[in-house]
C-alpha cells in the first residue's frame, strides 16, 4: 500500500469508515433472508407459487457465483469504485425487484441484487485490510461479522413485519434510501487510492477465470440444492460429475494468470490453505445446522414457530461474543493461534451435547434453556475462530491479491453452508422417515445424527487449527509480503 494511500487513511475518521462498512454489510446480509417470510404474500400478488423457491435461491447463487469476481475487481481497480458499483447495481436491481410485475422478472432481479450483494459483502473486509493493521484488524471483522450474523436471524422477522404493515415491495424499495447513505458514506470515507500495490491496469482481468469460477460454483449449488430436496440419484450423480469437471477446469485455469479472479498458488501456501478449510468446516457444521435449528425446536419441544425462531438468538448471541472477544483479545496481546483450537475444541463439546441429547422415547432429553445455552456454546466456539482466519489469511498472501484472498475465503464458506444445508436437511428428512412420523420422539432420533455430523465437522476443525504454523501479524494494513515466503505461509 503506498504512503499516499496510508496517509489519506489515517487522516480521515475510522468512524465514518467503520458506520459505512456496517450499513453496507447489513444491506447484503439482510436481503438473503428478509424475503422468506413475505413469499406467501409475494407469490399471491405475483401468482406462480411453484417458483417461489426462483425468488430466494436467485439471490444466494448469484451472490455465491460473484463472490469471486467482486473481490479481484476490488484489487484490480481499488475499492471504493467497485464498492460504489456494487451499491449502485444492488440499489437499481432492488427497485427492479419493488417494480416487478410476475416471478419470474422478481427472480431476474434477485439475481443482479445478488450479484450486487456479493461485493457488499467481501468488499468492506478487504477495505478493513486496506486500512487497519493486522493485528488490530480482528477487532474491526469481529463487529462485522456479528452484524451478518444478527441480520441473518433479523431478516426474516423484518421481512414479516414490513409486509403485514406496508406491503412486500417496501422490502426492497427500502434497500434504496439505505444504499443512497452507503454509497455517501463510501465517497466520504474510503479512500480513493485503496488498489493494492502491483494491481495496475496494465494486466488484463481474468475473465476466463470469473467464468469458469461462476459456473463451478452455479453448478455446486444447484447439485446440492437438488440432492438435497430429494431428486433422483441418476440427475445428481450426472449434476455432480459435471460440476466435478468444472470445478476441475476452474482450478487448472486460476493456476495460469498473474491475477486470477482465484488466487489457487496463494491458497496452496499452508496457512491460507488451513484458513480455508477452516472456514468451509463452519460453514458445513454451524450455519448448515443452524438453519434446522427451529424445524428441531419446534417438532421436539413442541413450541410455537415464533419461539422457536428465537431458538436462533443463542447462537446468533454467541457468534457476536466469540467474533468481538477474539478480535480484541489478538489486538491488545496479538496472540490468534488459541482461538481456532479453543473455538474449535468447544463447538465439538457443545455438537456433542446436542446430539447426547436430542431426545427418544417420545420426550426430548434436554430441557429447553440447557439446550439454548448449547446453542449459544456453539456460536461461541465458531465466532472465536471465523473472522480470525479471515485475518490471518489476508496476512499470509500478498497484498496484491488481499482481494481475492478474503473473497475467496468467503465463497468457501458460503459453498460449505449450501453443502451443510443441504447435506444436514437430507440428514434429517432421511431420519424422520426412518423415525415413521414427525412426532417429538421422531424429532430426537432424526436431528441426532445431523448434530453428530455437526460435531464431526468441528473435529476437523480442530485438527486443522492444530496444524496451523506460527504467524506473525504484520504491523502495517495490508503488508506486501515476500512472495516466496508468504505463499508457503511462513511470516518474513
Do not use: K
Request: proline share 6%; aromatic share 6%.
Amino acid at each position: 500500500m503506498s504512503a499516499t494511500a496510508v496517509a489519506s487513511t489515517t487522516a480521515r475518521p475510522r468512524r465514518t469508515l467503520f458506520l459505512c462498512l456496517v450499513l453496507v454489510t447489513a444491506l447484503s446480509a439482510l436481503d438473503q433472508t428478509i424475503v422468506a417470510t413475505a413469499l406467501p404474500a409475494v407469490t399471491a400478488d405475483l401468482g406462480a407459487p411453484w417458483r417461489a423457491s426462483w425468488i430466494v435461491t436467485a439471490y444466494a447463487l448469484a451472490m455465491t457465483a460473484a463472490l469471486t469476481t467482486a473481490g479481484a475487481l476490488g484489487d484490480r481497480f481499488g475499492r471504493r469504485r467497485t464498492l460504489l458499483a456494487c451499491i449502485a447495481l444492488f440499489v437499481l436491481a432492488s427497485l427492479g425487484c419493488a417494480a416487478a410485475t410476475s416471478t419470474e422478472l422478481l427472480a431476474a432481479a434477485r439475481f443482479a441484487q445478488g450479484a450486487g450483494g456479493a461485493g457488499l459483502l467481501v468488499l468492506p473486509q478487504a477495505v478493513v485490510a486496506d486500512a487497519v493493521p493486522a493485528r488490530q484488524r480482528a477487532a474491526y471483522l469481529g463487529p462485522l461479522g456479528a452484524v451478518f450474523a444478527v441480520a441473518t436471524v433479523a431478516g426474516p422477522l423484518l421481512g414479516g413485519w414490513l409486509t403485514d404493515t406496508v406491503g412486500w415491495r417496501l422490502i426492497f424499495g427500502i434497500n434504496v434510501p439505505l444504499g443512497a447513505a452507503a454509497a455517501l458514506l463510501a465517497l466520504r470515507a474510503v479512500p480513493a487510492g485503496h488498489r493494492t500495490p502491483g494491481s495496475g491496469r496494465s494486466h488484463r482481468f481474468d475473465t476466463v477465470g470469473a467464468t469458469l469460477v461462476a459456473l463451478a460454483a452455479t453448478a455446486l449449488v444447484l447439485v446440492t440444492t437438488a440432492a438435497g430436496e430429494g431428486a433422483g440419484a441418476g440427475a445428481v450423480a450426472v449434476g455432480a460429475a459435471g460440476s466435478a469437471v468444472v470445478v476441475a477446469a476452474a482450478l487448472l485455469w486460476e493456476r495460469r494468470p498473474a491475477h486470477p479472479v482465484l488466487p489457487v498458488r496463494v491458497l496452496a501456501g499452508r496457512t491460507p490453505l488451513l484458513c480455508c478449510l477452516l472456514a468451509l468446516a463452519a460453514g458445513l457444521g454451524l450455519f448448515g445446522m443452524i438453519a434446522y435449528v427451529p424445524m428441531w425446536t419446534q417438532g421436539a419441544y413442541g413450541v410455537s414457530a415464533t419461539a422457536a425462531g428465537l431458538m436462533l438468538l443463542p447462537t446468533t448471541a454467541g457468534i457476536t461474543v466469540g467474533m468481538n472477544l477474539s478480535g480484541r483479545f489478538i489486538s491488545r496481546w496479538g496472540r490468534w493461534r488459541i482461538f481456532p483450537r479453543a473455538g474449535s475444541a468447544l463447538a465439538v463439546l457443545a455438537a456433542a451435547g446436542l446430539a447426547l441429547g436430542a431426545g427418544s422415547d417420545g420426550r426430548p432429553a434436554l430441557p429447553l434453556p440447557l439446550a439454548a445455552l448449547l446453542l449459544a456454546l456453539l456460536g461461541l466456539g465458531a465466532g472465536l475462530f471465523l473472522q480470525v482466519v479471515v485475518v490471518v489469511a489476508q496476512d499470509a498472501g500478498p497484498a496484491r491479491s488481499v482481494g481475492a484472498v478474503t473473497s475467496a475465503l468467503a465463497f468457501v464458506r458460503e459453498i460449505g453452508v449450501t453443502l451443510g444445508a443441504a447435506g444436514l436437511g437430507a440428514l434429517a428428512a432421511h431420519g424422520l422417515a426412518a423415525a415413521g412420523g414427525p412426532d417429538a420422539a421422531a424429532y430426537g432420533e432424526a436431528f441426532r445424527p445431523v448434530f453428530t455430523a455437526t460435531a464431526g465437522c468441528f473435529a476437523v476443525a480442530l485438527l486443522l487449527a492444530l496444524a496451523l504454523p506460527p504467524h506473525r501479524l504484520g504491523p502495517d494494513p495490508a503488508p506486501v509480503a515476500r512472495a516466496d515466503a508468504r505463499t508457503r505461509g511462513v511470516h518474513p
